[in-house]
């Protein structure tokens, strides 16, 4: 079973970019989608996109096109996820999640532990 | 865009039984998952393709999903229970989810 293990809390201006990183263990790091979730604190969980780690290829939720970016380097078995243009809205943890195919295709089913990131001046 | 509706909170006392719901349309053509999170933690998944357990999951806790309505039910509710839970689903390669349910065991 994967594990997810993330980066550490991040504290950033309005404007600026922010790189979260997600490394998985304890299994084979193409074989599961990589999905990143953000909650802003006291609020419901909101689904970014996901990123096939073994193609690059990528999907974004309509409301981060063009501010967001999900790359892997396969040899560490990290995958990155950057929002640009952050905003004071942005700030939130931040979560990977993997679908895990013992679950099926339309479960996350492994989270990291989460990264915050705070935006503010 | 497509939308999940939960209640805000349910109430349960111990021993009794809980039962979430999430509402969306049609969304009894697709699988819906929940998950359980406590306080400062990373949501766990405790349902999944509508009524399966993840190994480690409780068997009190169960899943059905149909016509516009997905309920988690939990049978014996313990006060380790306690915690908020969301449904989510797919709908046109976006996941979406529920606003979440805060679970108070009183």
């Known amino acids: 079973q994967v594990q997810l293990v993330q980066s550490g809390a991040e504290v950033k201006k309005p404007g600026a970019s922010v790189k979260v990183s997600c490394k998985a263990s304890?299994?084979?790091?193409?074989?599961?989608?990589i999905n990143w979730v953000r909650q802003a604190t006291g609020q419901g969980l909101e689904w970014m996109g996901w990123?096939?780690?073994?193609?690059?290829?990528?999907g974004y939720a309509q409301k981060f096109q063009g501010r967001v970016t999900m790359t892997r380097d396969s040899s560490k078995s990290i995958a990155y996820m950057e929002l640009s243009s952050l905003r004071s809205e942005d700030t939130a943890v931040y979560f990977c999640?993997?679908?895990?195919?013992?679950?099926?295709?339309?479960?996350?089913?492994?989270w990291g532990q989460g990264t915050l990131v705070t935006v503010s001046s | 865009s497509y939308e999940l509706t939960q209640p805000p909170s349910v109430s349960v006392s111990p021993g009794q039984t809980a039962s979430i719901t999430c509402s969306g349309d049609?969304?009894?053509?697709?699988?819906a998952s929940w998950y359980q999170q406590r306080p400062g933690q990373s949501p766990l998944l405790v349902i999944y393709?509508?009524?399966k357990r993840p190994s480690g999951i409780p068997e009190r806790f169960s899943g059905s999903n149909s016509g516009d309505t997905a309920t988690l039910t939990i049978t014996g509710t313990q006060a380790v229970d306690e915690a908020a839970y969301f449904c989510?689903?797919?709908?046109?390669?976006?996941?979406?989810f529920g606003g979440g349910t805060k679970l108070t065991v009183l």
């Open positions: 393709q509508d009524t």
């Open positions: 989510q689903a797919w709908d046109t390669n976006t996941a979406v």
């Open positions: 304890g299994s084979t790091f193409s074989s599961y989608d």
């Open positions: 049609k969304l009894g053509d697709k699988y």
């Open positions: 990123m096939n780690p073994n193609s690059g290829n990528t």
């Open positions: 999640a993997s679908i895990v195919p013992t679950y099926g295709t339309t479960t996350f089913g492994c």
